[in-house]
């Protein structure tokens, strides 16, 4: 669920990211891509530290 919430998040981080830079429809959908996918990522580790832990 983690990883779940760290996409949405990235993807919000993401489009907004852009529009302060003034990006148009496409920038923003890839600005939201790869900040999705990037802190996806890192929800996904953060999740399996926390399984391994306990």
């Not at 990883?3 to 993401?14: F, P, S």
């Not at 923003?28 to 391994?52: E, N, P, S, W």
């Amino acid at each position: 669920m983690i990883y779940t919430i760290a996409a949405v998040l990235g993807a919000i981080i993401g489009y907004r990211r852009a529009v302060r830079r003034g990006g148009n429809g496409f920038d923003r959908a890839q600005y939201a891509t790869v900040h999705a996918i990037a802190f996806g990522l890192a929800g996904l580790f953060v999740t399996l530290m926390i399984d391994r832990a306990w």
